[in-house]
């Protein structure tokens, strides 16, 4: 036979839900003791709470932040200029090429006949 471990002891139920007594405050002096210390507890969470919010980022003031902001929007307008000026210098350059071809020849009106003449006969389609 196994022995077994020493048996386990539980508290009775009526030790583990005793009750705690009320405490009553009287009119007067102590009422308003109670009263200026929550008013100042909920005053003190208010002003962390407003400070977590309104608090600078740590190692960065302001200014430099909104300076930051500046620069690379500068830096994306520079990019955008020479996007710009590059797209210009190749239209222009299209426009120089074009103008250096050779004209074409002034084109003549010919025929109809001729015109025909020179394509692939038309292949017909019938239907049975």
Not at 32 to 42: D, M, N, P, R
Request: no cysteine; hydrophobic share 25%.
């Amino acid at each position: 036979m196994t022995r077994s471990g020493p048996p386990v002891v539980t508290p009775s139920l009526s030790t583990l839900k005793q009750k705690k007594r009320k405490v009553f405050y009287e009119h007067g002096k102590d009422s308003l003791e109670l009263a200026v210390s929550i008013g100042k507890t909920q005053e003190d969470k208010a002003l962390l709470k407003a400070e977590k919010h309104h608090q600078p980022q740590a190692g960065q003031p302001r200014s430099e932040r909104t300076h930051q902001k500046s620069r690379t929007k500068k830096k994306l307008e520079e990019v955008k200029a020479t996007i710009a000026s590059q797209r210009a210098r190749l239209k222009r350059e299209k426009v120089k090429m074009r103008k250096e071809r050779p004209v074409p020849a002034v084109h003549q009106k010919s025929s109809p006949s001729s015109n025909a003449q020179d394509r692939a006969p038309r292949k017909r389609v019938s239907f049975a």
